[in-house]
């Protein structure tokens, strides 16, 4: 069973000090965005390299990621603040987003520069 909820904080400095990391695939490993909007705004605000993000998951699996829309905005606000966002996949199925979620951050999204 995974569970990145334990060492996210030890990914999170991984990846920062990795430039050559393109695609980071999460999925299903019980992480909970409403507890964890540090480590992943450290992840993605000034990242490189980093183009796709997949925190999705499997119906089938019970280890599920619950991003929320606290994570959602977090990941938003992170490639907002970022000078050199590449983010242009991002992966969320079946993450505990609502609507309101996805609201906020199409705002986030529409405020930065093309």
């Known amino acids: 069973m995974n569970d990145l909820n334990l060492n996210l904080e ?4 991984g990846i920062v000090a990795n430039s050559r990391i393109v695609s980071l695939k999460l999925q299903n ?3 909970d965005g409403r ?3 540090r480590e992943l705004i450290k992840m993605l605000r000034d990242h490189r390299s980093l ?6 998951n499997s119906e089938d699996i019970k280890n599920r990621n619950r991003m929320y829309n606290d994570g959602l905005i977090a990941i938003g606000s992170a490639i907002y603040d970022s000078s050199f966002s ?13 609507a309101e979620g996805l609201y906020k951050f199409s705002h986030i999204l ?5």
Request: hydrophobic fraction near 35%; glycine fraction near 6%; aromatic fraction near 2%.
């Open 35 to 37: 507890k964890h909007q």
């Open 110 to 114: 529409k405020l930065m520069p093309r």
């Open 29 to 31: 490993n019980n992480l």
């Open 10 to 13: 030890t990914l999170a400095n």
């Open 86 to 98: 590449l983010i242009s996949e991002l992966h969320l199925q079946s993450c505990g987003i609502t």
């Open 51 to 56: 183009t796709c993000l997949d925190f999705g």
